[in-house]
């Protein structure tokens, strides 16, 4: 059966054409053809020129996601191996593959899929319905190009839980898709060892993207007091205890979440320096400020504040908040390690908004590095999705 033809309106189209991957749906003029949503369509502008392949979902503002540019290429088996083929190559360049994302969406060129190597456990988040089609191949391809290399795969899990699924008119999934496994996962990243619960954890259960900026802190944190913000399953804590930290508190909301990091603590046997405690980061730091505490080094790592444009200027205050009351608690000529990994928050206003932090309480700024996220999450050039984690350490000086 022949592909139906999407037809973009005229002027429409301008991220498509600058490299972007998404066409919305108020820039489609028609489309011609029969097929249902999940179909490969052919895509063309107004003029008739040829734009490139990609699958269709009426039920998404974004209606078409961009498999090739070649509209003259077919989309199958041979297709799909190549594009695993290519991001497994690419990882094997770039990362440390004991545990990395090998597949990252747009950026990999295979939209709405994302999956996550944890050890020797794959776990697939399918965000998109045209893409679930592919789901079993990319992960039996993914498996035969690790097999070559020598690593064997025990399981698969997929997190297909997210509510975005639900905008693409799909239902929320969760379970295995190999022989069942225990969950619990040991991963060593930075030769501290974590344990990753894939079930049950946050999105795929770990967040892989700040694997280089964990080690960045190691420099800074040899014989320091140390405060992780956010500290999640404790990953910055544990780098800094790694790296020598004299004291570590690490503290998150999510008892489920501290629980997980006392766990990975004894794990690296550093129980006697890293403590945990369950505590709202922007009830505690004004708290730690009244009491005279101070820091060699202060982590901010927080969840999006922000996850749509209509939101920002709260998640623009509640950056500013944070980010002074931190500054507050470092020594002078210490330093603060801060991110956010809101794409909304773009690097030119989280960058405005850590500088009107530092005025506001009257503090210098010296800049040590900027930073994204590693390279197996890489930017695709257009794609502003892709963009997401922006990373400073800076060191915090007094006024005088």
Known sequence: MANAVVTLKKGEGRSLKAGGPWIYDNEIASVLGSFEDGDI???RDFDGYPMGRGFINRNSKITVRMMTRNIDTEIDGGFIRMRVENAWEYRKKTVDISSCRVIFGEADFLPG????????????????LGIDRFKE??????????????IEIRGVYERSDAKVRKQEGMECVKGFLSEPFDTKVEIVENDVHYYVDVKDGQKTGFFLDQKYNRKAIWKLCKNARVLDCFTHTGSFALNAGMAGAAEVTGVDASELAID??????????????AKFICRDVFELLPELEKQGEKYDVVILDPPAFTKSRNSIKNAVKGYREI?????????????????????FMDYELF???????????????RQVEYRTQAPDHPILWAAEDSYYLKF???QVCDER
């Open 41 to 43: 369509v052919l895509v």
């Open 323 to 343: 980010n002074l009351r931190a500054m507050k608690l470092v020594k002078d000529g210490g330093y603060l390690a801060t991110c956010s990994c809101s794409h």
């Open 113 to 128: 899929i994302v999956v996550d190597k944890f050890a020797d456990v794959l776990v697939v988040q399918s965000l998109a």
């Open 137 to 150: 191949q990319i992960i039996d391809c993914l498996k035969e190009c690790m097999a070559q290399d020598g």
């Open 392 to 394: 400073y350490i800076f």
């Open 351 to 365: 960058t405005q908004t850590i500088g009107q932090a530092a005025r506001n309480v009257h503090k210098r700024l």
């Open 260 to 273: 997980q990091a006392r766990e990975n603590a004894c794990l690296n046997h550093l129980e006697d320096r």
